[in-house]
């Protein structure tokens, strides 16, 4: 028998003997023949590109990825939603939050009104994460309504951030004085927020015109009196998914599984072109 097929016999056993997963440590690469970025962010299995060459066979159900090359470069969106992939890590997706916002001139007109926004993963396995994402509200003299529903049930809550006068406001806290903040249940597959303001008294104005509402992560929030003047463009708050909790042995088993297709393919090619004529 050739040294090279003993190698091959003795790796290929070595792999059969491997126990199972248990705990999910690592993601995987991505499958052969299966683009392994969309743009700048990496697309690690169990995750997959479903298009502009993907195919479907590129993930597990449910993990599905579209790449977006409308956008320069490219953008990674939930197959089955339209959240945008910020990044994938070993249990988490970041993805683009969705901001409820409502602005008014000196006069109390409205100058902004997107008032209520909505995000699902609904059809997914996946929740947002209770660990890192908080419901936030920022502005004077305003409320947040968010209506959610989770795998076990509906239920609505509110968020009031009053502030009389501009030395009110209390810099670095969210209690309710120019920003509200609370936690969330775990399971939360869906969620609307809506926003209003109370404008009878308009002289505040002046020093908080606006008022928006987001579920995000909580640690990225440090609030400022300055944030009160206008929503944040060049800030980007993102949602945070847990993509592991449900199913997490299948989900190590698929990963430990591509990871050993894997390690057969790399020795097959790197066997292949040896000769095999050496025998002891």
């Known amino acids: 028998m050739s040294i090279q097929r003993i190698i091959l016999f003795h790796f290929c056993f070595c792999l059969i003997l491997t126990p199972s997963v248990k705990s999910l440590d690592t993601l995987g690469d991505s499958k052969p023949g299966c683009p392994d ?3 700048d962010i990496s ?3 169990p995750f997959g590109i479903t298009s502009e060459g993907g195919g479907e066979g590129c993930s597990i159900a449910g993990y599905g990825v579209d790449c ?5 470069p490219p953008k990674p969106f939930i197959a089955t939603t339209r959240l945008q992939i910020l990044s994938i ?7 683009a939050n969705r901001i409820a916002k409502l602005c008014f001139n000196r006069n109390g007109d409205v100058v902004l009104n997107e008032s209520v926004v909505y995000m699902s993963v609904g059809r997914t396995p996946f929740t947002f994460s209770n660990t890192k994402n908080r419901n936030t509200l920022i502005g004077c003299r305003s409320s947040a309504n968010y209506y959610v529903d989770q795998e076990d ?3 609505s809550t509110s968020c009031i951030s009053s ?3 501009r030395k009110k406001v209390v810099e670095g806290s969210c209690g309710g004085f120019g920003c509200c903040q609370f936690s969330i249940p ?3 597959k869906s969620f609307k927020i809506t926003v209003e303001m109370s404008t009878d008294v308009p002289n505040f104005l002046s020093y908080s015109p606006c008022s928006y509402a987001f579920m995000g992560e909580y640690e990225q929030i440090t609030f400022a009196e300055s944030d009160l003047l206008a929503v ?3 800030r980007d708050i993102p949602a945070v998914l847990d993509w592991a909790n449900k199913n997490r042995n299948s989900i190590a088993q698929a990963v430990s599984l591509r990871s050993r297709d894997n390690q057969f393919e790399h020795l097959a090619k790197m066997i292949q072109p040896i000769p095999i004529s050496q025998n002891y």
């Open 37 to 39: 970025k969309c743009g």
């Open 43 to 45: 697309i690690p299995y």
């Open 68 to 72: 977006d090359f409308s956008y320069d």
């Open 89 to 95: 890590s070993e249990t988490e997706i970041r993805v």
């Open 153 to 155: 049930g509906k239920y």
């Open 163 to 165: 502030c009389e006068s």
């Open 186 to 188: 775990k399971g939360i």
């Open 232 to 234: 944040p463009e060049d």
